[in-house]
Structure formats: C-alpha cells, structure tokens
T-cell receptor
Framework: GAGVSQSPSNKVTEKGKDVELRCDPI?????LYWYRQSLGQGLEFLIY????????KSGLPSDRFSAERTGGSVSTLTIQRTQQEDSAVYLC??????????????FGEGSWLTVV | DQQVKQNSPSLSVQEGRISILNCDYT??????FLWYKKYPAEGPTFLIS?????DKNEDGRFTVFLNKSAKHLSLHIVPSQPGDSAVYFC??????????FGTGTRLQVFP
C-alpha cells in the first residue's frame, strides 16, 4: 500500500491476556518505529528497527513488551499479560533511513488498545 | 524527564489571524526538529522541519523558528484556517535516529 498499515485498528482485551499488533511499513523503508500515546500524553518512543542492525529497545516500558521485524519489513509488537495502564494508541512509523540523515518518518493510523 | 516540552495544551485562534505554537527542549544535543499535525483517529503527519544550522524554515503558510541559545522553537501559521484545527506535536532528533516528541498543543481555529 501507499502508507503505513496497522492492524487491528481497535482491540479490546481482558487484563492478563496477550496481544499482538501488526505493522506493514511503506515499501522500501528500512527504518521502522513503534510509539504509543496514552490519554493526555505525548508520543512515547518504544522501539526502533533499522535494516539488519540490532533494534533500539530503550523505550520498551517493561519486559512484557517485545517486538520483532521479520524480513526487514513487517513488524509485530507483542504485549504479554496486559495491564490497564497499557491502554493507549500504538503508532507504527517508517522512514527511508534514520532521522539523523534528515529523513521524515511517516505514521500509520494506529492501533487503539483498551485493556479492561 | 520530559526533554521536549509544549507547555500550552491548547490554543484558540480566529480564522485569518496568526497561530503561534511553542516548544522548548532541554537536550543541547538535539540537532533536527520537526512539527507533526494530528487529526482525531488518524496518525500524525509531517508538517515542517528545521536543522540546527538554520534559524528559520518556511513552507507556504507555515514557518518554523529555532532559537538555539534559548532552546526554543515555534511554529507560526498565517493566515490560520479552520482546517488547521488539530493537535500539533513538536519533535526533536537526539542523534540516535529516534524522535522525541512533546505532549502536543491542540489548536482550534474558529470562524
């Protein structure tokens, strides 16, 4: 597709369940980011993939969060044993390269996660 | 510790007037700054950027000003239009290829 695609667009899950969120970046983009936005908060960095390099996981809030990127394209963000504070919009973004090279990152529409 | 701060959560401006959105940062290593615009139920979209070697960048109705000594940047929209009503996020690059975002300012442009 032309833009970053995320699924599901909405997810309601029970506390303690695991969830998987998927991101299809723009074709040809080597960099992929996950951010989240909790109610009333800014965009919080979670993890960054660039090509075949080791991902920057410095933003993952706990070991319940993990992400992988298969084949340098599609990425999955997994949240294990979800808690109510995990409720947020999870935004995926991609870019041709890193932002230090002046590249712009393009966001998907987000996956709205509600933990009840 | 919030490295990028947008101290005004909301701003209301009359159509045709100037909108000024402000952003402050604390990390002197930031060298690239961007503004993103977000409509409800959509992802943020890139608006305009500026490198630290410049103090101004203009694109149509949008101008970003950077004051490195004050660690402050601002986005000017003139003339403001109702379609500009959205949440505006300031972001900065810390040299590690990830963007640090502020908490956003909700702009409302009324007729």
């Amino acid at each position: 597709g032309a833009g970053v695609s995320q699924s599901p667009s909405n997810k309601v899950t029970e506390k303690g369940k695991d969830v998987e969120l998927r991101c299809d970046p723009i074709s040809g983009h080597t960099a992929l980011y996950w951010y989240r936005q909790s109610l009333g908060q800014g965009l919080e960095f979670l993890i960054y993939f660039q090509g075949n390099s080791a991902p920057d996981k410095s933003g993952l809030p706990s070991d319940r969060f993990s992400a992988e990127r298969t084949g340098g394209s599609v990425s999955t963000l997994t949240i294990q044993r979800t808690q109510q504070e995990d409720s947020a919009v999870y935004l995926c973004a991609s870019s041709l390269g890193g932002t230090t090279s002046g590249n712009t990152i393009y966001f998907g529409e987000g996956s709205w996660l509600t933990v009840v | 510790d919030q490295q990028v701060k947008q101290n005004s959560p909301s701003l209301s401006v009359q159509e045709g007037r100037i909108s000024i959105l402000n952003c402050d940062y604390t990390n002197s290593m930031f060298d690239y700054f961007l503004w993103y615009k977000k409509y409800p139920a959509e992802g943020p979209t890139f608006l305009i950027s500026i490198s630290s070697i410049k103090d101004k960048n203009e694109d149509g109705r949008f101008t970003v000003f950077l004051n490195k000594s004050a660690k402050h940047l601002s986005l000017h929209i003139v003339p403001s239009q109702p379609g500009d009503s959205a949440v505006y996020f300031c972001a900065a690059s810390d040299g590690t290829d990830k963007l640090i975002f502020g908490t956003g300012t909700r702009l409302q442009v009324f007729p």
